[in-house]
């Protein structure tokens, strides 16, 4: 029988089964003692728009994300993570797709804004992440990208295999966009009114 979720770590699931409360949560759930929702009222995201994303034939991270200015793009900061798990990433045969981003309505950790995504569209190539940062690549303000304090956050596989939170901001003390690459178990919270970006 083949594993639908065959790409799930043994942290992120230990992560989910911290957050139901232990073996004793987990076997609450699959009794159906425990059920999980979002009520409407709760929701994290709210629509905004959608970007149309063209086809790409190869995209090579290394030769796109450097500090400076490279293919349209002002780089004024890469942290350790990203460049280690984020920029060394090499894609294929990237299909043409139409992004939607959201606005987070209320700050709120990774597993939160994954869990309202439509399953298994969360993850954005990195390709596709770079393109975005293309149409505002000097920080206009005009475009689908905040250019404020707020992050633009994509959800992208990293070399390692794992997804991580990938968000950016464009930072005037930098002089350029700033890039990130967090787990998406960590703790952190984003802060309402951060854009978000899926499939």
Known sequence: MKNKYAKLD?????????????MDGIAKLLRGDLTISTPSSTRRLKFRDTV?????????GADNFQIGTLNGVKIGYLSNNFKKMIAPKVETDIAEITLRSYELLTNSKDFGIIRELEDGKEVVSLAHFHHLHTLQGEGQKEG??????KANISYIVG???NIWAVPSYWDAYCDGWSFFACPVEDVYVWHAGSHVFAR
């Open 10 to 22: 043994l942290g992120t699931v230990e992560a989910v089964g911290n957050m139901l409360g232990g």
């Open 52 to 60: 149309v994303c063209p086809a790409i034939g190869e995209f090579k």
């Open 144 to 149: 689908p990208l905040l250019v404020n304090s």
């Open 159 to 161: 070399d390692d295999g």
